[in-house]
């Protein structure tokens, strides 16, 4: 039986390893938390840091693993690509694979390969980032140069609470390292987001989607996604033509890689962040329902080594997700839902029992669950998501 290396076991991850095991492979998990629900469902077990390399690169050899995945996990991706290229397994490049993980290196891959992107500092204290400040203009956007999920980041207007921003965004980097850019102002209602899936080097599947923010609870973290994509005709070439040309320039090969991208009033294309990974927050589900394919079948059997073939599908209007979150810190009691709303919800997934902790949801490891819901028209999305924070109410003691 061959045998496959999952790195991280979080209630979002354990369908990797449930489609893993579907697939007849024997699944190795390594995640550093002990109460990991993914270790009870994995043929084994170690309780290592996913991003210990050399600790995983051990394990590796010692099971004589056929394939290694880190499946919607940005930290665990450069350790997968690192192992695997060490034991000529399947994998897309460990340098571009990091390039992407790095804020600070996959800017300054944008520069160099012709991409738009802004201007930019990457800073190891808040001394140096203080002293350059003074280059930018506002707004600015302060974040680690190595998280995901919106983690550690501000968006600023001015320099009030600059210090507190600083210090905010290096709480959240393991290797205590920011960056500062400049804020680009996006041409459409919604960032674009989303996951698309690279077989031998073009892209196959296109899971293009409207990005959801919650201004009243945090503008920057995402609350859930909807399709169609709300793009021009011409934007959409653009943002296709774009991420096809990162792709080659990377010399990605088979993966699924999770994207966030900004169209400008000039009608460029910005890419903000490329994770060489599968997207959290059940993107890869939603795809699934949208696009009539398995997301996570595809990112198992590319890690295995196997040809990913898809038909081509034209995408089933209007899928959106929401992702269930609060303002305040407390015990979560339930969520109450509008009768509006009941007869579009095709699917709940919660990952917090009443009376378990919940915290205010200032990034998206933060959320509570995540509510699938299939909608009967464009109308009908857009009245329900434009209030739907009246249509969905998390109850916190």
């Known amino acids: 039986m061959k045998k496959i290396l999952l790195l991280g076991g979080s209630a979002q991850q354990v369908i990797a390893i449930e489609t893993a095991k579907r697939l007849g492979y024997y699944t190795i998990l390594c995640d550093y938390l002990i109460d990991n629900p993914g270790q009870y469902y994995a043929d084994k077990f170690y309780l290592i840091s996913t991003t210990d390399k050399e600790a995983i690169f051990k394990v590796a050899l010692d099971e004589s693993i ?119 102002e996006k041409k459409h209602p919604y960032l674009i987001g989303g996951d698309i899936f690279v077989e031998n080097g073009k892209i196959i599947l296109w899971g293009l989607l409207n990005c959801h923010r919650d201004s009243n609870v945090n503008p920057l973290v995402p609350v859930g996604k909807s399709y169609p994509l709300e793009l021009d005709a011409v934007d959409i070439d653009n943002v296709k033509a774009t991420l096809q040309a990162m792709v080659d320039k990377l010399h990605m090969k088979s993966c699924g890689m999770n994207v966030e991208l900004v169209v400008d009033k000039n009608g460029k294309v910005w890419p903000i962040d490329v994770g060489p990974r599968n997207g959290g927050n059940m993107i890869p589900d939603l795809l699934g329902m949208i696009f009539n394919v398995d997301v996570v079948e595809m990112a198992i059997k590319s890690a295995m080594g196997e040809i990913v073939e898809i038909e081509s599908h034209r995408g089933i209007p209007f899928y959106a997700t929401h992702n269930l979150h609060t303002a305040k810190n407390g015990k979560f009691e339930g969520v109450i839902y509008s009768e509006q709303i009941r007869p579009f919800i095709v699917r709940e997934c919660l990952y917090k029992k009443p009376g378990e902790a919940v915290e205010y949801f200032d990034n998206a490891a933060k959320a509570i669950g995540i509510v699938f819901l299939k909608f009967d028209s464009h109308k009908k999305m857009q009245e329900i998501l434009n209030a739907v924070n009246e249509h969905i109410k998390v109850t916190v003691q």
Not at 68 to 89: G, H, R
Not at 145 to 157: E, P, R
């Open 66 to 184: 056929d394939g290694v995945i880190a499946y919607a996990s940005d930290p665990a991706a450069p350790t997968a690509a690192y192992v695997a290229e060490k034991m000529n397994l399947p994998t897309s490049p460990y340098k571009s694979v990091e390039t992407l993980c790095n804020k600070d290196k996959f800017r300054e891959f944008l520069y160099q390969n012709g991409f738009h992107a802004p201007q930019s500092g990457g800073y190891d204290n808040a001394v140096e980032a203080n002293a350059d400040i003074g280059r930018f203009h506002f707004p600015i956007i302060i974040k680690p140069v190595d998280s995901s999920g919106s983690k550690g980041a501000t968006v600023l207007h001015s320099l009030d609470e600059l210090e507190a921003a600083l210090n905010y965004a290096f709480s959240f980097s393991r290797s205590h390292r920011i960056i500062v850019e400049e804020f680009i």
